[in-house]
C-alpha cells in the first residue's frame, strides 16, 4: 500500500491540473477512495499557494535609485549632445573666410593729426587690425596689418549690415605704413603710406594646434596602455575609461573646427572652440559611460532577485 501511495502521490499534482489520462484518472480515484492520507494530500495540493513577501527589498530599492539615475542622466545627456551640436555648427559656420586683397575691399584716409580711418568694402563682416614699430626705422615708423573676413554665418545672418570702419590710432604722430594680410600664404600687400619695406612679409599660420593635438594623441595611447595593463582591476580600470574620453573628446572637436590641418591663421578663436566643444563633448562621452554601467549594474541586480 505504501509503494502505491508514494505512486499516487507523484501523480496527484497532474492529476490535480487534470493533465493525466482517462486510465490514470480512474485508478487515483480508486485508490482515493480507500486512502485518507492521499486524500489529504489532494486537498493540501489544490488549495490556493500563499506567496511569501520578500522581507529585503534592498534589491529593489537599488533598482529604482539606479534608474531613476538612468532617467536623469539620459536627459542632462540629451541637453548636452544638443549643446555640442549647435557650437559645433556654430563654429563651422562661422569660421573665417579671409579675402583676397582688391582695389575695392579697403579704402584708407588721413584724419586729424596722424590718424587714418579704414573703412572696408560691404564683402567684409569682420576685420582685425596690428599696429608695430618698424625695426629698421628706430620706433619712428609705424605699420599697421590689416586683415579681413567674412564667414558662411555672416553670409546668411548678417546681409545688409552696411560698410565697417574704423579709426587708427598710432601711439606717437609717426608715418604709418598700412599693408593687407591676405592670410593665405602669399606676401602682404602694400595699401598706404610709404613703401619703405625691402621685399614683402609673409605671415605664416600658427602651428601650435598640431602640437596640442599630438600631446593628446600621445596621452590617449598612454592610457590605452594602462586600461589594457589595468583591466582585471574594476576601479582603477573605471577611472582610466574615464579620463580617456577627454582625449578622444579633443580629438572629435579638433576635427569639428580645424578639419585635417594642424594650423590656423585664427589660434585663439580655434584653440578656444575646440576646448569649449571638447568639454561638451566630454561631458556628454562621460555620461554615456555612467549609463551604460548603471544598465550593467541593474542587469547584475535583477538576477539576484
Known amino acids: 500500500m505504501r509503494n502505491e501511495c508514494n505512486i499516487i502521490r507523484d501523480i496527484l499534482p497532474l492529476y490535480a491540473e487534470d493533465m493525466v489520462s482517462d486510465d490514470t484518472a480512474d485508478y487515483v480515484n480508486e485508490h482515493l477512495e480507500k486512502c485518507e492520507a492521499c486524500r489529504k494530500e489532494l486537498e493540501q495540493i489544490k488549495k ?5 513577501p520578500a ?4 534589491p529593489l530599492i537599488s533598482i529604482e535609485k539606479k ?9 542632462v545627456l540629451t541637453a548636452v549632445f544638443v549643446a555640442a ?3 559645433s555648427a556654430f563654429a563651422v559656420l562661422d569660421a573665417p573666410i579671409y579675402l583676397p586683397y582688391t582695389e575695392d575691399l579697403m579704402t584708407v ?9 579704414i573703412t572696408f568694402d560691404e564683402s567684409v563682416t569682420d576685420f582685425d587690425y596690428n599696429i608695430h614699430s618698424d625695426p629698421e626705422s628706430e620706433g619712428m615708423f609705424y605699420i599697421c596689418d590689416v586683415e579681413a573676413w567674412t564667414s558662411t554665418w555672416d553670409k546668411w545672418f548678417s546681409k545688409g549690415g552696411g560698410k565697417l570702419s574704423t579709426t587708427v590710432y598710432p601711439r606717437e604722430p609717426y608715418p604709418i605704413t598700412v599693408m593687407y594680410t591676405p592670410n593665405d600664404g602669399g606676401e602682404n600687400i602694400f595699401v598706404y603710406g610709404e613703401n619703405t619695406l625691402d621685399g614683402g612679409c609673409t605671415v605664416l599660420p600658427r602651428a601650435s594646434l598640431g ?3 599630438a600631446v593628446v594623441v600621445i596621452a590617449l595611447a598612454v592610457l590605452i596602455a594602462a586600461w589594457f595593463a589595468l583591466r582585471k582591476k574594476d576601479r582603477v580600470r573605471v577611472w582610466v575609461e574615464r579620463i580617456a574620453l577627454y582625449p578622444i573628446a579633443y580629438i572629435i572637436s579638433h576635427f569639428i573646427v580645424s578639419g585635417f590641418s594642424t594650423v590656423s591663421y585664427s589660434l585663439q578663436r580655434n584653440f578656444s572652440l575646440i576646448v569649449l566643444i571638447s568639454l561638451l563633448l566630454y561631458c556628454a562621452l562621460l ?17 539576484l532577485i
Do not use: C, M, W
Not at 534608474?67 to 536627459?75: D, S
Open 67 to 75: 534608474l531613476k539615475a538612468k532617467r536623469i542622466q539620459t536627459i
Open 211 to 213: 602640437f596640442y593635438l
Open 85 to 87: 551640436i549647435l557650437v
Open 55 to 58: 522581507t529585503d527589498k534592498s
Open 48 to 52: 490556493p499557494q500563499t506567496v511569501i
Open 109 to 117: 584716409e588721413p584724419i586729424g593729426d596722424g590718424y587714418l580711418e
Open 287 to 303: 555620461l554615456v559611460h555612467n549609463i551604460l554601467s548603471i544598465k550593467r549594474e541593474i542587469k547584475q541586480l535583477n538576477k
